[in-house]
C-alpha cells in the first residue's frame, strides 16, 4: 500500500509541475507514461526473480531504489528530472509488484486466506491515499514537495531495514540467470484464465490510467473547478471504493465477481460520460464511485480466476504477468489521450475513451458467458474469491 500510494502522489502535483515548469498535457501523460513503461520493463526482467533468489533481497533492493526516486523528486527543478524521478519509480515498483503480491500468497494462513483479496484492494486504496494526501499538502502546506517525498524518503529507507525482518517464504526454484530474459511468465494451467481475463483487465486499469493523468485537468478544464483537493478527490472517489468493491465481492465465486465487476462498471462508466457531457459534476463523482466498486470487484474476480492453483514457485511470475496487462493498459491509452487533446480538446478525448473502455468491458464480461472452463476450473469457481489463491 505505501508503495503504490508513492506511485499516486505525482498525480495531483502534475498541475503544480505543469505551472512551474510550462508544458502542455503531452508532456504530462508522458511523465505519467513513462513510469508505468519502466514499470513494465522491470515487470518483465526481473518480475519473477523473486521466485529464485527468495523474496526478501528483492524487497530490500527495491524499496531502496524507491527511497531513491523520491530523492530524485525532491529534488526536480525540470522536466528532465520528473522523468527520471518516474523512471526510477517504476522501475522499483515494477520489481516490488511481483515479490510483494507472491508473499502475501505465501504468508496467508490456510485456513483463512486473504491473499488474493489484498492484492486487489492494495493498488486502489494506496493508490487514492496517495493522491489524497498530496493534494491536501498542496492545499495547506506551503512547500508541499519536501514534505511530501522527503518523508516517504525516510519511510522507504526504514522499509528496506524491515523487509529483513520478514520470513522468507520462497522455495527458491533454480534458473535465476534464465529467468531474467524479458518474457511474460503464465503457467499452462493458468493460461485459459488468463486469456479469459485480459479484455477486464485492460478496461479496468485503461480507466484508472485516465483518471490518474488527466482526471484533475478534467475537474479544472471542463468543470472549471480549480482547487488541487477536489481533483484529488476524484482519484479518492474511484480507487478508494474500488478498495471497497474487492472487500464487497470477496465471498463471490471469481468469475460472478469478475462479471458482475464489469456490468457494474461499465454502467457507471456510461454514468460518468453523462455527467461529464451534461456538465453535472455530482453525477460525475458518483458514477467515478460507482465505477470503483465494479473495478474492485472485476479485478478481484480476474486475480482470483487467473491464480486458481498456481504452485508457490511460479506465483511472483504469473502476478507479474497479470500486472504487465495491467500496466500497458494504465500507459498507452492514456498517452495517446493526452496527445490527442491538443487536437480534439480534453471533453471529447475523454468521452472517445469512455466509450472504448464501455466496449472491452463487455467484451470481458460476454467472454466469461461464453467460455467454459474444464472441470478443475468449475469447482474452483464454487470458492469464494478470497480463497483461491491457497
Do not use: K
Not at 266 to 286: D, K, M, P, Q, Y
Request: positive net charge; glycine residues 12%.
Amino acid at each position: 500500500m505505501l508503495v503504490l500510494a508513492a506511485s499516486g502522489v505525482p498525480s495531483p502535483l502534475y498541475r503544480v509541475y505543469q505551472e512551474q515548469f510550462g508544458f502542455g498535457a503531452g508532456v504530462l501523460t508522458l511523465v505519467f507514461g513513462i513510469y508505468a513503461l519502466a514499470l513494465l520493463a522491470a515487470l518483465l526482467v526481473v518480475g519473477s526473480l523473486s521466485d529464485h533468489v527468495g523474496r526478501r533481497p528483492v524487497l530490500a533492493g527495491a524499496l531502496l531504489l524507491q527511497a531513491v526516486a523520491m530523492v530524485a523528486f525532491l529534488v526536480a527543478d525540470g522536466v528532465g528530472w520528473l522523468l527520471a524521478a518516474r523512471v526510477l519509480q517504476g522501475l522499483s515498483t515494477g520489481a516490488l509488484t511481483g515479490s510483494l503480491g507472491a508473499a502475501l500468497l505465501d504468508m496467508q494462513r490456510r485456513d483463512r486466506p486473504l491473499g488474493a483479496l489484498l492484492n486487489s484492494v492494495a493498488p486502489g486504496l494506496g493508490l487514492s491515499l496517495g493522491a489524497f494526501g498530496a493534494g491536501l499538502a498542496i492545499e495547506t502546506v506551503v512547500s508541499p514537495t519536501p514534505w511530501v517525498f522527503g518523508v516517504l524518503t525516510v519511510v522507504f529507507v526504514l522499509g528496506a531495514v524491515l523487509a529483513w525482518a520478514l520470513p522468507e517464504t520462497s522455495p527458491r526454484l533454480p534458473g535465476a540467470l534464465a529467468s531474467l530474459r524479458p518474457r511474460v511468465a503464465v503457467p499452462q494451467p493458468q493460461r485459459r484464465a488468463f486469456l479469459v481475463a485480459t479484455p477486464a483487465l485492460v478496461a479496468l486499469w485503461a480507466m484508472g490510467g485516465l483518471v490518474l493523468s488527466l482526471g484533475p485537468s478534467l475537474t479544472a478544464g471542463v468543470f472549471g473547478v480549480e482547487d488541487h483537493l477536489v481533483g484529488s478527490l476524484l482519484i479518492l472517489c474511484m480507487q478508494g471504493s474500488a478498495a471497497v468493491g474487492s472487500v464487497l465481492a470477496r465471498d463471490l465465486a471469481p468469475r460472478r465477481a469478475m462479471a458482475g465487476g464489469c456490468l457494474v462498471f461499465a454502467t457507471a462508466i456510461v454514468g460518468l460520460l453523462v455527467g461529464l457531457v451534461s456538465g453535472t459534476l455530482w453525477l460525475f463523482f458518483v458514477a467515478a464511485g460507482v465505477a470503483g466498486l465494479g473495478f474492485g470487484a472485476a479485478f478481484l474476480g480476474s486475480v482470483a480466476t487467473v491464480t486458481a492453483g498456481v504452485s508457490p514457485g511460479h506465483r511472483g511470475g504469473l502476478l507479474s504477468s497479470i500486472f504487465v496487462v495491467g500496466y500497458l493498459a494504465f500507459s498507452i491509452p492514456a498517452i495517446i489521450a493526452g496527445l490527442a487533446v491538443n487536437t480534439l480538446g480534453l471533453r471529447v478525448v475523454a468521452e472517445v475513451y469512455g466509450v472504448v473502455v464501455i466496449a472491452l468491458a463487455l467484451v470481458a464480461a460476454a467472454g466469461l458467458r461464453l467460455s467454459r472452463p474444464r472441470r478443475p476450473a468449475a469447482v474452483a469457481a464454487e470458492e469464494p474469491a478470497e480463497s483461491l489463491a491457497a
